[in-house]
């Protein structure tokens, strides 16, 4: 039996706020998170970000053609990890188009995990969902025929005449699995702001439940037990709440320095960055 490390595979998570209040005069936010199916194989019954896998298909041209708002030469300069410091050797290097597709992943992961679209019509303008009934309601019977592998995201886009807009996305940070685990995932982080009353839900597959919720609330839940999460959730939630207002954590997160974090596993489980990542990262 092999004791070489799982490669951990490219992956993409968006944190998606909104403001907490229509007029929100102090700044406050909140993030959307949805709940693991307890028939998960992994990590069950927890709360996370949206999220999931790079396809192959999102990093190869006729998915980069549906994309907006970022090139491969720009995700290139975009991943800014520092290359001296933190874990950033401890993954296969992505090419400039893995990194452009990585932006798409997280699109799509977002729209089947939330039902949140994030894209643009042929003439640049953002596109909604919105509050029409019928515009909707066809959204969502989309959304359950992806489910279905009815077709894919990248035909979606093609069939509504609509292009990923991976400008909206701010690229935040970069997790790895410790070397440990069985399952490991190379997670790049996007935050996402959306306008206040914008609507999203679980999908009820792999997901049961969605919240809007602060980041304060739910670390303070899950302080109490009342709010299963894993240790790069908490941390990034952590992150979040020290800085209260959505301009301020929006001026953050466009200027802030990223080095790469693969926690150590200690007895208990335990999780732990090393020092000279705790507060970097």
């Given at each position: 039996?092999?004791?070489?490390?799982?490669?951990?595979?490219?992956?993409?998570?968006?944190?998606?706020?909104?403001?907490?209040?229509?007029s929100a005069p102090d700044g406050s936010y909140e993030v959307f998170m949805v709940r693991r199916s307890?028939?998960?194989?992994?990590?069950?019954?927890?709360?996370?970000?949206?999220?999931?896998?790079?396809?192959?298909?999102?990093?190869?041209?006729?998915?980069?053609?549906?994309?907006?708002?970022?090139?491969?030469?720009?995700?290139?300069?975009?991943?800014?990890?520092?290359?001296?410091?933190?874990?950033?050797?401890?993954?296969?290097?992505?090419?400039?188009?893995?990194?452009?597709?990585?932006?798409?992943?997280?699109?799509?992961?977002?729209?089947?995990?939330?039902?949140?679209?994030?894209?643009?019509?042929?003439?640049?303008?953002?596109?909604?969902?919105?509050?029409?009934?019928?515009?909707?309601?066809?959204?969502?019977?989309?959304?359950?025929?992806?489910?279905?592998?009815?077709?894919?995201?990248?035909?979606?886009?093609?069939?509504?005449?609509?292009?990923?807009?991976?400008?909206?996305?701010?690229?935040?940070?970069?997790?790895?699995?410790?070397?440990?685990?069985?399952?490991?995932?190379?997670?790049?982080?996007?935050?996402?702001?959306?306008?206040?009353?914008?609507?999203?839900?679980?999908?009820?597959?792999?997901?049961?439940?969605?919240?809007?919720?602060?980041?304060?609330?739910?670390?303070?839940?899950?302080?109490?037990?009342?709010?299963?999460?894993?240790?790069?959730?908490?941390?990034?939630?952590?992150?979040?709440?020290?800085?209260?207002?959505?301009?301020?954590?929006?001026?953050?997160?466009?200027?802030?320095?990223?080095?790469?974090a693969m926690p150590d596993m200690l007895p208990g489980p335990v999780f732990q960055l090393p020092g000279?990542?705790?507060?970097?990262?």
């Open positions: 039996m092999s004791t070489e490390p799982v490669i951990p595979r490219p992956a993409a998570t968006v944190m998606v706020v909104r403001p907490a209040e229509e307890t028939k998960s194989t992994f990590v069950p019954d927890v709360f996370v970000f949206p999220g999931g896998s790079l396809d192959r298909s999102d990093a190869e041209a006729n998915g980069l053609s549906r994309l907006v708002g970022i090139s491969p030469a720009q995700a290139q300069a975009d991943y800014r990890d520092k290359l001296d410091m933190g874990a950033v050797g401890a993954a296969p290097p992505l090419s400039p188009e893995q990194k452009a597709g990585l932006y798409l992943a997280a699109l799509r992961e977002l729209f089947e995990e939330a039902g949140v679209l994030l894209v643009q019509d042929e003439q640049g303008q953002e596109f909604e969902i919105g509050h029409d009934t019928e515009r909707r309601k066809h959204f969502h019977s989309t959304r359950l025929a992806m489910r279905n592998k009815e077709f894919s995201f990248i035909e979606l886009l093609e069939r509504e005449k609509l292009r990923a807009d991976g400008g909206r996305l701010i690229y935040f940070s970069h997790w790895i699995t410790p070397v440990s685990e069985h399952r490991r995932f190379d997670t790049h982080f996007f935050l996402a702001k959306v306008n206040y009353g914008q609507e999203a839900e679980a999908d009820e597959y792999e997901t049961t439940e969605g919240i809007w919720i602060e980041p304060a609330r739910a670390l303070e839940l899950n302080e109490q037990a009342q709010f299963n999460m894993i240790h790069p959730t908490i941390m990034h939630l952590k992150r979040l709440a020290l800085h209260p207002t959505l301009p301020g954590l929006l001026d953050y997160a466009r200027t802030k320095e990223i080095v790469a000279d990542v705790l507060e970097r990262w």
